[in-house]
């Protein structure tokens, strides 16, 4: 079923990750994506770095340590939280903002700035969207992580601002079929689906997210996305 999320609030079990991301929403409210504000110029801020993140939260819902899409775990000075954090002993994903410092120990950590939280997509097979519509968007880019975990993507949603507190829009992914090439790789084929659900479409907002694949079988994966030019198809190579 489609869940709808008054937030950008992902979440996972550290052992049940394929169980647990069937299909998130987006709900393109401005109100509703959550995002912590922090300062930008000079100063402590100057050196500022955004990072694609695994961010663990303990047991008092606080973000303790993040590991970045490069690889680098950093501990939190100081730990932190935000509204959109709702569970315990979980794992977020979202873009962290922070300044990289050394402490007296040498010992790398992050001093956060901010965090916005990332949907996170696990491919699901196409029944499960029968009554799902692929209205367009414009597609921006898609990249492979470097830890080869996932791989992100980044849209352009027409939206505006609306009065029912229901009205929102949705994206999902399906899995279409798996193709067997001649040198016996496999590719994944994927399709983008995207509900507009009535949302006007005043103006753009750019919106991240990411698709899982340590669990996946194939070697490649394609995601074909319906754009107001026509089809995009990306392919690129996951293992």
Known sequence: MLIPLKTFSMRYSKSKLPRVFLIFCFVLLLAACEQDNYDKGEGTNSQMRADFVEAHVNGDKRIDYVVTDDGDSLGTDPLFTTKAIETADTIYRGILYYNKVKKNDGKN?????????????????????????????????????????????????????????????????????????????????????????????????QRYFSIPIRSLTADSLRLTIKTYSGETVKTLAIK
């Open 109 to 205: 950590v992050a001093e956060v700035k901010g965090m916005s939280l990332v949907p996170t997509l696990v491919p699901v097979p196409p029944t499960v969207l029968e009554s799902m519509k692929q209205d367009p968007l414009s597609f921006e880019s898609i990249w492979l992580s470097r830890n080869k975990r996932f791989l992100n993507v980044s849209v352009i949603l027409k939206t505006g601002k609306v009065d029912e507190e229901d009205l929102y829009q949705t994206i999902a992914v399906a899995q279409d079929n798996v193709e067997e090439h001649d040198d016996g790789t496999k590719t994944l084929c994927c399709r983008l689906y995207h509900d507009q659900n009535n949302v006007p479409e005043y103006y753009s907002a």
